[in-house]
């Protein structure tokens, strides 16, 4: 089910794929989804829920996944990935593409207030916490504290927001 704001934005050419499992993507007051973003349903049952004045920028890819949280005035940059699953891959004699999903780490939350530069990829399990920026081409696994900086893959911490 979509379920979008009437004073929301989703750009005619972004490409909403609607779940077959019941999945939902809501999309909040004063948000705005660029051209060319993707939602997708994969990888599990989760559902995407994004807050009040976010911008998702142009070529991103959103699963559905375990779920995926948005807070308020989030400023997602152009070709990041939200991938709220992961493949299980435990079988060497089967391929991976016939072995499913790994259990949920939890989806992903992404508290109020939150840049994340372009080309970034939050993994399941992931937690950017309120205030955060999360440099370009950042790679996010695991929890990303209030008001700090983050860039790279490992990831790190590049200072404190004033």
Not at 56 to 66: E, K, L, P, Q, R
Not at 105 to 123: F, N, P, Q, T, Y
Not at 142 to 147: K, L, M
Request: proline fraction near 4%; aromatic fraction near 6%.
């Amino acid at each position: 089910m979509l379920d979008v704001h009437p004073t929301a934005t989703v750009s005619s050419l972004a490409d909403i794929e609607m779940s077959t499992l019941g999945s939902i993507v809501k999309i909040g007051p004063d948000s705005n989804i660029d051209s060319f973003v993707r939602f997708r349903a994969a990888g599990g049952l989760g559902s995407v829920q994004i807050g009040q004045r976010c911008f998702v920028n142009s070529g991103c890819v959103i699963y559905f996944g375990n779920g995926i949280v948005i807070g308020n005035y989030v400023s997602i940059g152009a070709n990041c990935v939200l991938a709220p699953t992961n493949h299980e891959f435990k079988d060497r004699g089967k391929p991976i593409q016939f072995q499913g999903f790994r259990e949920s780490k939890g989806g992903i939350v992404i508290e109020d207030d939150v840049w994340i530069g372009a080309g970034s990829v939050v993994l399941d399990g992931a937690i950017i916490r309120k205030g955060a920026i999360v440099g370009a081409m950042s790679l996010v696994r695991g929890e990303v504290s209030e008001f700090t900086i983050v860039g790279g893959n490992p990831l790190r911490k590049l200072g404190e927001r004033p």
